[in-house]
T-cell receptor, first 113, second 115 residues
Framework: DQQVKQNSPSLSVQEGRISILNCDYT??????FLWYKKYPAEGPTFLIS?????DKNEDGRFTVFLNKSAKHLSLHIVPSQPGDSAVYFC????????????FGTGTRLQVTL | DGGITQSPKYLFRKEGQNVTLSCEQN?????MYWYRQDPGQGLRLIYY???????QKGDIAEGYSVSREKKESFPLTVTSAQKNPTAFYLC??????????????FGDGTRLSIL
């Protein structure tokens, strides 16, 4: 049972444009959501997170939006840069679960010149 | 520099052998985790430890074992009982295990292959 879903395996965006990566979840107990960026043969790097008490969190070029009623979150990258090309994973956890994360399957973002 | 060190980066194992993957952190984090990543899939939790001398099974613990004798170390043993051990293994840590709303920080992984 895939509790965190990233339905787009890949996304291609031109440099300077906005990248929007989407994530859906099914477990209503999730209350903390994270985005990680991963290059090949490296570990994921934490990008940004959001608590369920918020609907938006912004950090520089990265903004995460949370729609609890739709059980949907998205990561916006503006403007996109070639160095943003990587696989992006969304993850979720719930209180009392020892910060255990449930990951989506990832979206490969390619930023073209 | 503080961080998580996984070694070796590449590891080869013969059929029927046990092999141990190392994970060391100098972040003074209480909690540590082991994940497995297969091609086209997300990360799946193998084992986690919230505190020294304590650990719990994750979603796919069969064929694996761990120990947590020191705060900074959380080695993972892939036993011969693991039927499909070829994968990319990632170790992570977070400040406190009992409290949510904390990111996990990852090492650079070990790729295990069966000869």
């Amino acid at each position: 049972d895939q509790q965190v879903k990233q339905n787009s395996p890949s996304l291609s965006v031109q440099e300077g444009r906005i990248s929007i990566l989407n994530c859906d979840y099914t477990n209503s107990m999730f209350d903390y959501f994270l985005w990680y960026k991963k290059y090949p043969a490296e570990g994921p790097t934490f990008l940004i997170s959001i608590s369920s008490i918020k609907d938006k969190n912004e950090d520089g070029r990265f903004t995460v939006f949370l729609n609890k009623s739709a059980k949907h979150l998205s990561l916006h990258i503006v403007p996109s840069q070639p160095g943003d090309s990587a696989v992006y994973f969304c993850a979720a956890s719930s209180a009392g679960t020892a910060s255990k994360l449930t990951f989506g399957t990832g979206t490969r973002l390619q930023v073209t010149l | 520099d503080g961080g998580i060190t996984q070694s070796p980066k590449y590891l080869f194992r013969k059929e029927g052998q046990n092999v141990t993957l190392s994970c060391e952190q100098n972040l003074n984090h209480d909690a540590m985790y082991w994940y497995r990543q297969d091609p086209g899939q997300g990360l799946r939790l193998i084992y986690y430890s919230q505190i020294v001398n304590d650990f719990q099974k994750g979603d796919i613990a069969e064929g694996y074992s761990v120990s947590r004798e020191k705060k900074e170390s959380f080695p993972l043993t892939v036993t011969s009982a693991q039927k499909n051990p070829t994968a990319f293994y990632l170790c992570a840590s977070s400040i406190r295990g009992q409290i949510s709303n904390q990111p996990q920080h990852f090492g650079d992984g070990t790729r295990l292959s069966i000869l």
